[in-house]
């Protein structure tokens, strides 16, 4: 893959281009769904796609295609060779410096040689063992919306004209199921899954499906509460959630279109002294770990809050030169071109177990689920759907759903007075427990 890029780098040079870089990326996925029992859908997809930036003089043009053949390089090179040469100069565009380049390409555990290994029929069965737990675990289990089995491996390849070359392959393995409760006329539905780099890491389909029915089962009976301000609890995954606000609005795109409510506050305090907010790419084996950014850089571990104080955007070389700064590692690269991306960004662990931070409710809320996309990036205003369980007396008491919390993400993040002990890397962006002091739950 590497020849291809740096061929392409070179015809981009011959034909004008005074700096250039190139991504290439090999793909292949494979996804199944089973509902009770039967396979509803099978997917299998291969994809190739080279993508290619390049500079004249101060100006930019990118293309992309996913046909390898020659004359098709040939024609992406004139074409866009031909776009830069009649697109306005940015005198801010333009590669990293040489000197910025990452010098060693570290092995970070990110492909599983062995686990694709399995036959459509075995994945396929994976999810099956999913679903199959989920209903046998309760009759009060009586439907599915669905099991499903996933795997992914791609090689990506990424070069520039002035000396970077590297290459990594990864692997992705995922197993979900959602199963639907139903009691008294009322159905609810929750769902359960797990993601990792490496196939033998998954947890076992019986534990997903046993884990997906008992949240299903705790929503029987929701009600609706009366509208209040109350202490409310998010737990992991909607603490994750929350978090993904502050790392698009750390973001240099947000930043220097003034589309953020973090303008300005870089070295002040957004957060209460328990939050610390970390992106770290270098992590072995997990999901958004990389070996390098989209433009060559290292991977680093970045601190972003540090005990609540904002220490740093998340910039590319383009977006860093709009804001006067320098880049902090965080470009990414797709068929699209280049954009700034997060790799593991998560909220660091507290010290509270999570039964604590609940016990110490008197009356409140635990958000298991949001619905809907109710927050404003430019003011931090957030409103959003959400189901979970009421806290009564420090212990979660009956299931409410059909209710609204609002606030504003600064004054949010201001007000975390716990941070639970139990983060877990599901996800590329993960969060424990989080006890926010004080917020409007709006319902009846």
Avoid at 336 to 359: E, I
Wanted: glycine share 10%.
């Amino acid at each position: 893959m590497l020849d291809l890029v740096q061929d392409v780098l070179k015809r981009a040079g011959a034909r004008g281009a005074t700096a250039a870089d190139a991504f290439l990326l090999e793909d292949q996925a494979f996804s199944a769904q089973v509902r009770l029992g039967q396979v509803d859908t099978v997917k299998h997809a291969r994809e190739q796609h080279l993508s290619l930036r390049v500079f004249v003089g101060q100006s930019v043009a990118a293309a992309s295609t996913s046909d390898l053949s020659r004359a098709s390089v040939d024609r992406l090179v004139e074409e866009a060779v031909s776009l830069a040469r009649v697109t306005a100069p940015d005198e801010l565009g333009g590669l990293p410096a040489a000197g910025e380049l990452a010098r060693t390409i570290p092995s970070l555990d990110l492909h599983d040689p062995t686990g694709h290994d399995l036959s459509p029929e075995d994945k396929i069965g994976l999810a099956r063992r999913c679903e199959a737990a989920a209903l046998e675990s309760d009759p009060r289990i009586t439907n599915s919306e669905g099991g499903d089995f996933s795997d992914r491996q791609a090689r990506y390849a990424y070069g520039t004209s002035h000396g970077f070359a590297g290459e990594y392959e990864t692997s992705s393995f995922s197993l979900s199921v959602s199963p639907v409760a139903s009691q008294n006329g009322q159905m609810q539905r929750d769902g359960w899954y797990h993601a990792t780099r490496k196939r033998e890491r998954l947890d076992a389909p019986e534990e997903i499906g046993r884990t997906a029915a008992r949240r299903a089962l705790r929503r029987l009976g929701a009600r609706r509460v009366k509208t209040c301000e109350v202490p409310v609890i998010f737990d992991p995954e909607m603490a994750a959630s929350l978090i993904r606000h502050i790392a698009g609005a750390a973001a240099g795109p947000s930043l220097y279109r003034g589309a953020s409510f973090l303008v300005g506050k870089l070295g002040q305090q957004i957060a209460s002294p328990a939050v610390t907010l970390v992106d770290d790419g270098t992590l072995p084996g997990a999901l958004g770990s990389r070996p390098f950014d989209g433009e060559g850089l290292s991977i680093r571990r970045t601190v972003v809050v540090d005990k609540g104080v904002l220490t740093s955007y998340l910039l590319d070389t383009y977006t860093g030169r709009k804001l006067g700064m320098a880049s902090t590692h965080h470009a990414a690269r797709d068929g699209s071109g280049v954009t700034v991306g997060t790799t593991n960004f998560y909220l660091a662990a507290g010290a509270t177990d999570p039964r604590v931070l609940v016990a110490s409710v008197k009356q409140g809320l635990y958000v298991t689920e949001l619905i809907g996309f109710g927050v404003n990036g430019v003011t931090g205003d957030y409103s959003r759907g959400a189901a979970g369980m009421w806290i009564d007396n420090g212990e979660l008491a009956y299931p409410v759903e059909e209710i609204t919390v609002a606030g504003n993400l600064l004054e949010m993040f201001r007000a975390i007075e716990g941070v639970g002990n139990d983060l877990v890397f599901r996800d590329r962006t993960a969060a424990p427990t989080v006890l926010i002091g004080k917020m409007v739950v709006a319902g009846a």
